[in-house]
């Protein structure tokens, strides 16, 4: 019994001096502004910000699909405050979106925070 409760104990301490992981997933739709068609193979750069500093990632580049959507998401144990996308595709002008934490859909589970980043639809504008 006491072997039992030190590791009900034990296991405890563990779960709550973890730190919880946050999921951010963060989509989009490109296209272009005069002719409305999306824009495939389209490079995103992601920027993540925690109180004013930025923070850098192994993966932060994710690329739009034959229907000129990008998906992608962050695990990080930050919470970052605000993300910002940065668009550089070749024949367009550069376009840089910030979204703020205010703005994002939330869903708690167990351990884990996750955030919904819709940047909807982004007009790219031709040089």
Request: proline share 1%; aromatic share 14%.
């Amino acid at each position: 019994m006491k072997t039992k409760l030190f590791f009900l104990i034990f296991i405890s301490i563990i779960c709550i001096s973890c730190d919880p992981e946050n999921g951010f997933y963060l989509k989009g739709k490109v296209f272009d502004k005069n002719d409305k068609s999306t824009i495939t193979n389209v490079k995103v750069e992601f920027i993540c910000y925690t109180d004013n500093r930025e923070w850098n990632f192994e993966k932060n580049i994710a690329e739009t699909d034959k229907s000129g959507i990008f998906y992608d998401t962050i695990i990080s144990l930050r919470r970052f405050d605000s993300v910002k996308i940065r668009i550089n595709e070749r024949g367009y002008l550069t376009k840089e979106i910030m979204t703020k934490r205010n703005k994002w859909k939330i869903n708690q589970g167990f351990m884990k925070t996750g955030f919904d980043i819709d940047f909807g639809n982004i007009e790219l504008i031709k040089k």
